[in-house]
């Protein structure tokens, strides 16, 4: 009984350890995320996500604006900063661009005084919604002839790389 214990441990620890990775596939790898991230700037990409609005709000508002929709409660400029892993001095003036625009409001936090809390108003609401509309259209656009087993395990493996991301960070 023993033996066999320990042969199952063996076999199931030689399973668990990966196979070295190729470093030309890691380089292709790091490429390929290099140039989904040029093509989220380029633009044409944000002409096609802000249409007419390309001239009037970037797209590090509608990151904010995204941030503060998807937060579970108000969150403050510190937790969109972090949320956006931005300094807060970078996420405090789109915050403030935001709010001169009527499109966040900010109230002083219950809790800190020294603290606001941001809400989407009407017309943030609004912008988002439109937004996302062209944002999902141009993805749509992009993986137009995949099949959807296909845009399933991109979502699955991307989400795979994003947590592995975060532990060798934290490695």
């Known amino acids: 009984m ?27 790898l790091d490429d390929a995320l290099v140039e ?3 093509v989220l ?3 044409g990409y944000r002409r096609a996500v802000l249409g007419e609005l390309a001239g009037t709000v970037g797209l590090q508002t509608i990151r904010v604006l995204r941030s503060v929709e998807r937060s579970e409660r108000a969150p403050t400029i510190g937790a969109v900063a972090e949320a956006l ?6 996420a405090s003036r ?10 966040l409001d900010r ?3 219950s809790d800190d005084g020294r603290r ?30 995949w099949e959807p087993g296909d845009v399933d395990r991109l ?17």
């Open 2 to 28: 023993r033996g066999t214990y320990t042969d199952m441990t063996t076999t199931t620890d030689r399973a668990q350890a990966p196979a070295p990775l190729d470093p030309q596939a890691l380089d292709h």
């Open 36 to 38: 989904i991230r040029r």
């Open 41 to 43: 700037q380029r633009p």
């Open 85 to 90: 892993a931005v300094d807060p001095s970078t």
């Open 94 to 103: 789109t915050v403030d661009r935001a709010v001169a625009a009527g499109l």
């Open 107 to 109: 109230q002083p936090c």
């Open 116 to 145: 606001a809390r941001l809400q989407l108003t009407g017309a943030g609401q609004a912008l988002l919604a439109e937004v996302s509309d062209r944002r999902r259209a141009v993805l749509a656009r992009a993986i137009g002839d």
């Open 155 to 171: 979502q699955t493996l991307l989400e795979r790389l994003l947590d592995g991301f975060d532990v060798a960070e934290v490695a």
